[in-house]
């Protein structure tokens, strides 16, 4: 028996919405902000990003990740390149802008082109049983083995803050981002805080009640030219 066969003993310990909720939350705050500071205009960009996602066709969190680099990087390129015409009189702020909407396209473009390889072989392994089984069980395996890190080392009490607990505000791990608990952006292949655009409109995210300028602050990143 194997490391995996001994390893997946035990049921699944993850679902998969989980991994779609996650990539959901970084999503939203990688997302830039929508043009008017009302809940109906961030719940239209949430909601036109989750279409976008789906329509890409995910089947796991791995393609999740992608799908929503895919849509992040285009959602930046959109907006430098109207920042481009907004900053129109000043052609250097202008050229540079729209430099960085190319680059978020060429980013999407091959984000595309690399799900679209990891669905082909996703499907090859689909078609052939034995291959299938074995991906399965590395799968869950692999799943198992990381779930353990996540626990305590014996004698060690879970520090507060601690990511994996739930808040100890009272308030609901769904509805609760703090801003310190988020991983960089760079974790979706786009980092939108290097652009030599100016991305932020002092808005305020109703939800996460997190602008992107104090976004930014928080990451320790300048702000854009004036």
Known sequence: MNTFTQTVANPEPFSPAE????IMRVLRLALPAPDKDTPAAWARRDRGAI???RALLPENAAEGHMAAQIVAAEAWSMDCMRLAHERRREPTIADKCRAQAMGMMREAKSATRTLLRMQAARRAIEADPAAAERAE????GVG?????????????PEA???VGNRPTDGQDEETHVAV????PVSDFAINPQDTPCETGHGLRDPIQGVSV???????GAAPGPR
């Open 19 to 22: 991994a779609f909720l996650e």
């Open 51 to 53: 279409l976008a996602v």
């Open 137 to 140: 069980w590395i799968e869950h």
């Open 144 to 156: 198992r083995m990381m779930e353990a890190g996540l626990a305590p080392e014996a004698g060690e």
């Open 160 to 162: 507060a803050g601690e």
């Open 180 to 183: 310190s608990d988020v991983g």
């Open 213 to 219: 300028e104090e976004e930014r602050k928080a990451r």
